[in-house]
């Protein structure tokens, strides 16, 4: 696909020593900006530790569906992301509710 371009001042001669475009500063969008640590550790704890020592009940994330219990700031936080925290932590359903300390 590369060769097929036209030739234009600066071509690279592959597409791997071409550089990205610089970005506009115009373009960004402050409403698309996610917070430090969004999902406040909610992906690592819905994963688990990982280190093999928990019980295999649920065969494949996509098995899965959560409910993510906790306090008014996470649920704020989270629940602005519900669809964003399903795809990234990779299971069915994702879902917060106030409550807890």
Known sequence: MWQSL?????KAASVHLT?????DAA????KLVIPEDPDCGARRDLQGPGDGTEE???GHPLDAAVTVTGPGKIVELLSKYE???RAFCIISGFRVQKGGS
């Open 83 to 85: 669809e964003d925290m």
């Open 6 to 10: 036209p030739a234009t001042e600066g």
């Open 27 to 30: 373009w960004a969008d402050e």
């Open 56 to 58: 295999q009940v649920i």
């Open 19 to 23: 550089q990205f475009p610089a970005v």
